[in-house]
């Protein structure tokens, strides 16, 4: 498969943030992008890197009218020897093509994903910020194109893959977060499309997140739909407490996202002896533990933050401190295995980082 690369002209280039400490994320795009096309019978088609510009879509297109829209999102990173990784890519085109295929959208070929990604990357790796933490975010998305009003899976697509670079996560270092339990609203019920990276699913997810944020929470803690009872994600992120020396987390039940560092936690974890439980986990049985003082850490897990520590919890009136409010020590110890691990100052004992430079 070819992929055309039409270049941006040198004088037409962005000029690219000089502060690596303000980047910030998701602010700055770079200077081109991926996109192929999808029709019913011909297949993916004209994969090709063009100059970064606005998409031309139709009003009637389905995905402004039916929420066809998909994504991923993953980093590459400048290395400590200047190389450039990615960190377990496979896990991402896997879980985009999961959900697709829970949205009826078409496959996407892996010679697209891969090779597209790549070279796109590659062609931006002078946008790949150097200082320590930083890195080049990667957005992956697949939108249905095909016009027409009246609900049916769309016959036309576009993939596209846009990139920005971001900054470190905790520049001035960790700082333990608030979270909000909601008992009104959720985010996913059995059967739905929890498990996908659904745009819908982030929509669904605003307004609880706001009225926390009003009330001082930076996320909300999201519980199961159907009894209010068992802990599912936090935000955007997957949720991890450790009580005594087991660490919980919830299962893979179709209503939270199979989060790539989610199974890097359990894998190093594992790794290190720690006894890890998949296992619903009861807010009741979250109290209980730290009423005994057995409630020894708490953190969410993603892409973009790794690890972050969880300070408090609000739920049904109460605030409850965590590790008195302190870094805990397992959370401490992942976000630096994870971090070393993705910039090559680690071994890479499970193979999770792909070199793409020569
Ligand atoms: C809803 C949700 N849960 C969990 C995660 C964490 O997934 P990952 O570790 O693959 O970034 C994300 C972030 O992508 C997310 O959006």
């Known amino acids: ?15 690219k943030p000089t502060d ?67 960190f377990r890519p496979e896990e991402n085109m896997k879980r985009m093509n999961a959900s697709a295929e829970r949205l009826c959208m078409p496959q996407i070929d892996k010679d697209i994903f891969w090779k597209g990604m790549k070279q796109l990357v590659l062609l931006e790796k002078d946008w790949i910020p150097q200082s320590s933490g930083t890195s080049l975010y990667i957005r992956p998305t697949m939108i249905a194109t095909e016009t027409a009003l009246g609900v049916h899976p769309s016959n ?19 700082s333990p977060t608030k979270i909000y ?89 594992k790794h290190w002896g720690i006894t890890v439980s998949e296992r619903p986990l009861s807010m009741d049985e979250i109290l ?19 690890v972050s520590p969880v300070g408090q919890i609000y739920y049904k009136g109460t605030e409850y401190l965590i590790n008195d409010g302190k870094i805990g020590e397992l959370t401490a110890r992942l976000y630096n295995e994870i971090l070393q691990i993705q910039y090559g100052g680690k071994e890479d004992p499970f193979g999770w980082r792909v070199k793409i430079s020569e």
């Open 288 to 306: 209980d533990a730290h009423n005994k003082g057995t409630l020894v850490d708490c953190f969410a897990s993603g892409t973009a933050a790794i």
């Open 20 to 86: 690596e400490s303000k980047l910030g994320f998701g602010q700055i795009l770079t200077d081109h992008f991926f996109i192929a096309e999808y029709n019913a019978g011909k297949g993916w088609h004209d994969p090709s890197i063009e100059p970064y510009r606005p998409l031309s879509l139709d009003p009637a297109a389905m995905c402004l009218h039916y929420g066809q829209l998909i994504f991923e999102g993953m980093k590459a990173y400048r290395g400590n020897d200047s190389s450039i990784y990615l």
């Open 156 to 174: 036309r697509y576009l993939f596209f893959i846009i990139v920005c670079p971001v900054g470190a996560y905790y520049p001035q270092g960790f």
């Open 181 to 269: 339990v909601s008992e009104e609203y959720v985010r996913s019920v059995r059967g739905s499309i929890g498990a996908c990276k659904a745009a819908g699913n982030y929509a669904a997810s605003l307004y609880a997140a706001e009225k926390a944020k009003e009330i001082g929470y930076t996320q909300v803690l999201w519980l199961d739909a159907i009894e209010m009872k068992f802990v599912e994600e936090v935000g955007t992120s997957n949720i991890f407490f450790m009580i005594g020396d087991e660490l919980i987390t919830p299962p893979l039940t179709g209503t939270i996202l199979p989060g790539i560092t989610r199974d890097a936690v359990i894998t190093l974890a």
């Open 1 to 15: 498969m070819e992929i055309s690369i039409t270049k941006v002209a040198p004088e037409k280039m962005k000029p």
